[in-house]
């Protein structure tokens, strides 16, 4: 016989909650701090020029929603982490002014540095949260599994120590040699699932400066992916629900006091969707692609993925399991983009 | 037809008493932001989060072919009774054919599937992987059982003194699922090395609940190894009767509450446990030794108003 059991299922399904999914979820613009700098009229010509590819996103979404009426909101990407910024009460408005100047509508303005700091705790009153301990980036990073080289067993250890992660079987080492002997032979490296020929890609997740992890701009923007995508949990919860905007008089002055999703539209969409298209220039394609490297290897919650496809199944909607294939991309001129400055 | 595979490591958790649950969620937390399920009834049961590790090798069958094997293998700790610790590996062997290896994120979205890539031998593939030997299991799987409990058993919050000195018990297993199999097959074995091995022809069943089962079954075929080894080195018949009461104190203190089979199973598993039960009986066994501990026990006590045996009794 059975005894009276507080057991959870052996299936984590029915544990993680559902969170609101959009159609699409659509990047407007991911500002670094050389270009946050700049003159509302810089972003004006951004959001103009993004305009374009904005509609083609949206008429693309509109033809794929068998049902009609898609559910598509808008999202801007502050980095407030690698860069010192103005302040959100001048930001905040600067962006939102050009973007409608543009004839765009943000819904949604997002501080990065938000992946970095502690999640709140699942049961915490989200007027008063508490931190548990763990960032977004940390609790994406644990859900790294490695793409294995071939002749990979289970008997190989995961090798997070080191803060890189590849597609593929590294070049070994090649040191100078003690004097006598010979030289080891070159060895390439190669890609796992490489078509003929490899194009292997070795990441920087983080790196330890001083008591300090710096985090990397490609792990930082895979969890913003993972957060757009609505996989992301805490415990089986909602890691950063979205916080409608304060007034413009109640903005803080500085970032870090404002919650990481900020909700600017009040009829909004929801934030996270079944697909993320991000509009971007060029100069982010190596970044996009450590993204999509990393975001091959990290192992989304089943009951979550699971959740999310048969609710699009539920919507006429066929969504893809692996979350790197939920994501589009347009690579376009967006004027004079500068990103963030090496160093 | 599909085909799971698994392994289960079964060892004393090293802490000189039974953990309590915090302690119990503390060790096993492996997978960041997910939590630490527990129950206390029946018994004390705390499972870790699944963990997953990426495989692309050999797949063996027993006629010796080879065929690449790509995908995850899913491994989990448990503890039972805050004392006994178990690291758990298990696997379906999916023949999708193709001859190409796919996306990473293809496999992933697959979590606990290693696709064979080439020609496949089901049944040649379980037999190869019962009757490897204790050290070298199929995909790395023992390795990995090794690695979890290594993981839990170096948390800074165990005394690293476990009280009951018996050997970690490897328990390798097949299940072969048929939609027409009616009546569950299953044959337990014990290896001359000491590897155990199960395999299990079921009808319609869950990954979950085959994972239950074998470690369940593990658990108990550990708890009955270590009770025979106790009672064995206490020399019954040998030592004085206080010595050997001593000797088989662990026994009584953190083993004998333990035994509850199929505690927490149901449906086919218990159909299985059943057969287990008539053959090799490993209850009738270990109520044969606990009655013997027990004995041994009355003997020593109604020896305790003599003063010598007193003396060494109760020091």
């Known amino acids: 016989m059975i005894g009276e059991s507080e057991f959870f299922e052996s299936t984590a399904d029915d544990r993680a909650k559902a969170i609101p999914l959009a159609h699409l979820s659509v990047e407007l613009g991911h500002f670094y701090s050389p270009d946050l700098r700049q003159h509302e009229d810089f972003f004006i010509e951004h959001f103009r020029q993004i305009g374009f590819y904005y509609a083609a996103a949206r008429a693309a979404c509109e033809a794929a929603t068998p049902r009609g009426n898609p559910r598509i909101s808008t999202c801007v990407l502050i980095d407030d982490y690698f860069g010192k910024l103005e302040s959100p009460r001048v930001l905040v408005r600067k962006l939102l002014d050009a973007a409608s100047k543009a004839g765009l509508e943000i819904d949604y303005v997002v501080r990065e540095s938000g992946s970095v700091h502690t999640a709140t705790a699942p049961e915490s009153d989200p007027a008063e949260p508490t931190e548990t301990g763990l960032s977004l980036a940390e609790l994406v990073e644990a859900r790294l599994v490695e793409d294995p080289p071939p002749d990979t067993t289970a008997a190989r250890p995961p090798a997070r120590q080191t803060g890189w992660l590849c597609n593929g079987q590294r070049s070994p080492a090649t040191k100078t040699h003690e004097a006598m002997k010979l030289p080891t032979a070159w060895l390439p490296p190669s890609e796992n699932a490489a078509v003929n020929h490899s194009i292997f890609t070795d990441i920087e997740l983080w790196r330890d400066d001083g008591r300090q992890r710096v985090w990397s701009c490609a792990m930082l923007a895979a969890v913003w992916q993972l957060l757009r995508l609505g996989v992301l949990r805490n415990d089986g919860h909602e890691v950063v629900p979205p916080h409608p905007l304060p007034d413009a008089d109640d903005l803080p002055d500085a970032w870090r006091q404002l919650p990481m999703v900020l909700r600017a539209n009040k009829q909004a969409a929801p934030f996270s969707a079944y697909r993320a298209m991000t509009i971007c220039a060029p100069l982010f394609l190596p970044v996009e692609h450590a993204v999509r490297t990393i975001l091959q290897q990290v192992a989304v919650d089943p009951g979550v993925l699971a959740k999310i496809v048969a609710r699009g199944a539920d919507e006429g909607l066929t969504i893809s399991p692996a979350v790197v294939d939920r994501i589009q991309y347009q690579f376009v001129d967006t004027g004079p983009v500068r990103g963030a400055v090496p160093g | ?315």
């Open chain 2, 1 to 315: 037809m599909v085909l799971f595979l698994g392994e289960v490591q079964t060892a004393a958790l090293r802490h000189s008493g039974g953990v309590p649950r915090q302690v119990a969620e503390s060790v096993l937390a492996l997978l960041a932001g997910e939590r630490v399920r527990v129950s206390e009834r029946p018994i004390s049961y705390a499972v870790s989060p699944a963990t997953l590790t990426g495989v692309d090798c050999r797949l063996l069958a027993r006629s010796g072919a080879k065929v690449r094997s790509v995908g995850t293998i899913t491994g989990r700790a448990c503890l039972t009774g805050g004392r006994v610790l178990q690291g758990s590996a298990a696997v379906q062997v999916d023949p999708a054919g193709g001859g190409f290896r796919r996306s990473w994120s293809h496999y992933l979205a697959r979590p606990g599937v290693v696709e064979a890539l080439g020609r496949t031998d089901l049944p040649g593939t379980v037999a190869a992987h019962l009757a490897a030997d204790r050290s070298s299991s199929t995909m790395g799987m023992g390795a990995f059982c090794g690695r979890l409990l290594t993981e839990v058993q170096g948390s800074a919050a165990l005394d690293q003194r476990p009280p009951v000195r018996a050997r970690r018990t490897v328990l390798r297993w097949a299940a072969i699922i048929d939609e027409k199999v009616e009546n569950p097959k299953v044959r337990f074995t014990i290896g001359e090395d000491g590897l155990r091995t199960l395999r299990l022809v079921l009808g319609p069943a869950a990954v979950g609940d085959i994972v239950d089962l074998s470690e369940d079954l593990a658990l108990h075929d550990w708890l009955l190894t270590a009770l025979l080894s106790i009672i064995e080195q206490s020399q019954i018949g040998v030592e004085q009767p206080a010595q050997t009461v001593l000797r088989l104190r662990p026994a009584v203190d953190h083993l004998l509450h333990l035994w509850m089979p199929a505690a927490r199973l149901g449906g086919f598993a218990l159909s299985v446990w059943g057969g287990l039960e008539s053959r090799p009986g490993l209850s009738r066994q270990w109520d044969a030794s606990v009655r013997r501990v027990r004995d041994q026990m009355a003997m020593a006590a109604a020896l305790v108003d003599r003063l010598p045996e007193r003396t060494q009794l109760f020091r």
